[in-house]
């Protein structure tokens, strides 16, 4: 993929999708490509996040340590970005994700990351909106769950 291609790519995505092209282009610049395999780990829940990824191609799972078992809270591809929570709030990864096929991705480190959105405001706002449509998915998934739950817990 070229570095045109990879703008372009940056710039189908909401988060970028106002950036000026001097910053994707910069951005795609400073962004190294990685390949995983199928049913790799990209990274795991509690680790320090030390970069944040963009899904070129394939698929993967988000999943959530529970004790005894992992609960797939999403599944992600082409266009998404995924990692960025630990570099914002400078905390572990909250998420294991694990490729279900091949996955190709930009790796933008963390301190690419932080420029990035000290130097777009529209990026900082993106991010915002994103993480709490996350949220919302992540309790409507808590909901159900409670319900599924009351419902088995009343069967005699």
Known sequence: MSLAEEVDLLRGISLFERM????????AMTSDRVNFRPNAVMMRQGDDGDAAYVII????QVLIGTPGSEIQVAEIG???IVGEI??????PRTATVKTAEGLTALKISKEN???LLHGSPQVAVEIILELALRLENTNAQLRAAVAADKGR???P
């Open 20 to 27: 000026e092209p001097a910053k994707l282009k910069l951005l």
């Open 57 to 60: 191609s394939g698929k993967g």
């Open 78 to 80: 082409a266009g998404q």
């Open 86 to 91: 630990a570099i914002l709030i400078d905390v």
């Open 113 to 115: 990351f932080l420029r």
């Open 153 to 155: 817990s009343a069967v």
